[in-house]
């Protein structure tokens, strides 16, 4: 058995995988210690893993982000408002993360350092001696490829020369954001090389995708330690494949937007003060999202198309892939009029090519199998003594200065 570290910044949409891979891997018998914000410390002790707190002073609540980098409130989502949480939110921590976490890893023994892709202090890690490394692609990717517009553009892939010339703009737009990461990895002895987001992709052993190939964009200069293994998803239940209708009508589910939609869809709308999405979703003929990649990834796996309201970047980029597959409808606007939720739900209802393009992808996801293959790394890594007992849920309390 392997002992496991899985670090993440504390947002909600990078530790619903973290969570559920470290109560897998417990489950499996290794020895798992999940670092992150004091926010998921209950979260993290549910699954069986021990907890470790980012230091108090990197710390922070993404449900108050605005107490936390009050000036973001300001930028519109787009690149400007990504600038900036890459430099306030991603780069300025980076050594007292990467400090704490390298006394972690040497306190824990760890074999394997598994963390989300924005996770940067992972990159300072370097020495024969280091753990294997694990990147796994929450959302979308994030670095640059000639293949596919920046991310952040919200764009399908319309060939090269375009291609190219966004990324360029991009570089140039992030500059400052670049020579900030740059002067930070020189003061810990790690000269970055590369574009910030390409380093990241390139300095692990192993980049884990979770999503599936048809849902992405093709890419032909990415490495060969990346993959795709396909979307953390609860396990397939008893409504799976069945679809429901209440009164003879088709329902449809709603994971965000609920006002908007209970008034757009007025004439059948039905609250429920608690359905669990993964109950809903499968008997459901529509899903309306703000492009949440879970949600949507679920979806698919049902074989649902959704309607998609985008505000953040990543959203919209979860959007343009939902409209370049033909799975599902994207508004192309985080504040649709009812007029839009309508006329899109109805869309889909009456145009069958909808949940047919969704098929293949739903035959895909159910195919995948994210936590055999996060296993099967972990359980080549060279094991060590474990300094904490498997499933152990008290504190892995910070060293001591």
């Avoid at 787009?78 to 991603?90: H, I, N, P, T, Y």
């Avoid at 709308?269 to 359905?275: D, K, L, S, T």
């Avoid at 990543?314 to 985080?334: D, F, K, P, Q, S």
């Avoid at 199998?369 to 498997?390: L, T």
Wanted: with cysteine; net charge neutral; charged share 20%.
């Amino acid at each position: 058995m392997s002992n496991v570290v899985i670090a993440g910044y504390p947002e909600l949409a990078n530790m619903n995988p973290l969570l559920a891979i470290g109560r897998d891997l417990v489950a499996r018998g290794h020895t798992v210690v999940i670092y992150t914000g004091a926010r998921f410390e209950d979260h993290v002790r549910s699954t069986g893993a021990c907890f470790r707190a980012f230091p108090a002073e990197v710390d922070f609540d993404d449900l108050r982000l605005d107490r936390h980098l009050a000036e973001r409130e300001n930028l519109r989502p787009g690149l400007a408002r990504m600038v900036f949480d890459m430099k306030a939110g991603l780069i300025d921590p980076i050594p007292v993360l990467f400090h704490d976490l390298r006394a972690l890893i040497k306190e824990f023994a760890a074999d394997v350092v598994l963390s989300e892709q924005t996770f940067l202090p992972v990159l300072a890690l370097a020495g024969p001696q280091r753990p294997t490394l694990v990147t796994l692609g929450t959302f979308c990717p994030m670095f640059l490829s000639a293949d596919t517009a920046p991310p952040g553009a919200a764009r399908p892939p319309q060939g090269r020369a375009r291609n190219r010339a966004m990324n360029a703009k991009v570089r140039d737009y992030m500059a400052g954001a670049q020579a900030a990461a740059e002067g930070t990895f020189a003061t810990l002895g790690v000269p970055l090389e590369d574009y910030l987001w390409n380093a990241a992709l390139r300095h692990t052993d192993h980049y884990l995708q979770l999503s599936i190939p048809s849902f992405e964009y093709r890419r032909g200069d990415v490495p060969a330690h990346f993959r795709f293994v396909g979307p953390i998803l609860p396990a397939l239940g008893a409504g799976a494949g069945r679809r429901m209708f209440v009164g003879g009508r088709p329902i449809v589910a709603v994971s965000d937007l609920v006002v908007p939609s209970m008034l757009a869809l007025a004439d059948n709308g039905h609250a429920e003060a608690a359905a669990p999405l993964d109950d809903l979703v499968p008997r459901a003929e529509v899903l309306i999202t703000d492009g949440n990649a879970d949600d949507v990834h679920l979806a698919l796996r049902h074989g649902v198309p959704s309607v998609v309201a985008a505000s953040a970047a990543e959203e919209a980029e979860v959007a343009a892939r939902l409209e370049w597959t033909g799975t599902g409808i994207n508004l192309h606007t985080g504040t649709p009029t009812l007029a839009d939720i309508r006329g899109a739900v109805q869309t889909i209802l009456r145009d069958r090519r909808f949940r047919t393009r969704t098929e293949p992808l739903m035959r895909e996801a159910t195919r995948s199998r994210p936590f055999d293959a996060i296993a099967e790394i972990v359980e080549e890594a060279s094991p060590r003594p474990p300094r904490f007992p498997p499933g152990r849920t008290s504190d892995v309390k910070a060293p001591q200065s």
